[in-house]
């Protein structure tokens, strides 16, 4: 947790009320955007949407009641709701601390308001994150793996939309990301014992709290 806080207190005082963005953003941003009515620009106009913040607390809610269906236990099925909302409000206070403008062309996407770190980012990795952590206890082990690369896809692709269609800064991105990692592994903490096993990835330890999540199938 501790490289990701740094790494976003390192570039929020690097944009810290900047009125240029840095070469390396403007690299990168001139690398991959989009101009408007590209066949790409729409591609990722609708990938972009499954990093909505209210989009992503409904996909929370929905991991949530999964959850519950398989552990009946009240802080696993909280976790995920709670880290992307966490996640979010952290995210909120950053954009205004910091009051980085957007780059020129997200006027272009009727794009708003203020932009490190990125929401969308935020809240894609909060989401992509507390499921995968869940999930690595909860999905049968034979389909853990490709759990795992889906969740990061999305997550993949909900970060590189912002940037193809120019509302964002690669540093917003990054931002994001370890804004994100860092309040759900933060949060680990609050979770049962037997699923702070998983996260820790070792074996032998007794749960602390609430019942033991029911065994994935064979």
């Given at each position: 947790?501790g490289v990701?806080?740094a ?21 990168v941003a001139?690398?991959l955007?989009?101009?408007p009515e ?6 990722f106009?609708?990938?972009t ?5 209210a ?6 809610v929905?991991?949530a009641?999964?959850?519950w269906s398989?552990?009946r236990?009240v802080?696993a ?8 909302a966490a996640a979010a409000?952290?995210?909120s ?8 403008a957007?780059?020129?062309t997200?006027v ?5 308001g203020r ?6 980012a935020t809240?894609?990795t ?7 952590l869940?999930?690595?206890v909860?999905v ?18 909900v970060?590189?939309s ?7 800064y690669?540093?917003?991105v ?21 699923f702070q096993?998983g996260v820790r990835?070792?074996?032998?330890s007794?749960p602390r ?9 064979p």
């Amino acid at each position: 947790m501790g490289v990701e806080v740094a790494v976003v207190v390192a570039l929020a005082a690097l944009v810290w009320h900047s009125t240029h963005p840095d070469g390396v953003d403007v690299r990168v941003a001139s690398a991959l955007y989009a101009r408007p009515e590209s066949t790409v620009r729409s591609a990722f106009a609708a990938v972009t949407v499954l990093g909505e913040p209210a989009v992503a607390v409904t996909l929370a809610v929905a991991v949530a009641v999964w959850v519950w269906s398989r552990t009946r236990n009240v802080v696993a099925a909280a976790f995920c709701p709670v880290a992307v909302a966490a996640a979010a409000v952290c995210e909120s206070f950053t954009k205004t601390l910091v009051a980085r403008a957007r780059p020129a062309t997200a006027v272009l996407a009727h794009a708003t308001g203020r932009s490190f770190p990125s929401g969308h980012a935020t809240a894609a990795t909060a989401l992509g994150l507390a499921t995968g952590l869940l999930a690595a206890v909860l999905v049968a082990e034979r389909w853990r793996r490709a759990a795992g690369v889906g969740l990061g896809a999305y997550v993949g692709v909900v970060c590189l939309s912002r940037l193809v269609l120019g509302v964002h800064y690669l540093t917003d991105v990054v931002a994001g990301v370890a804004m994100a990692g860092a309040v759900v592994l933060a949060l680990t903490g609050f979770l049962p014992g037997s699923f702070q096993v998983g996260v820790r990835f070792r074996t032998g330890s007794e749960p602390r709290l609430g019942s033991t999540p029911r065994k994935a199938g064979p």
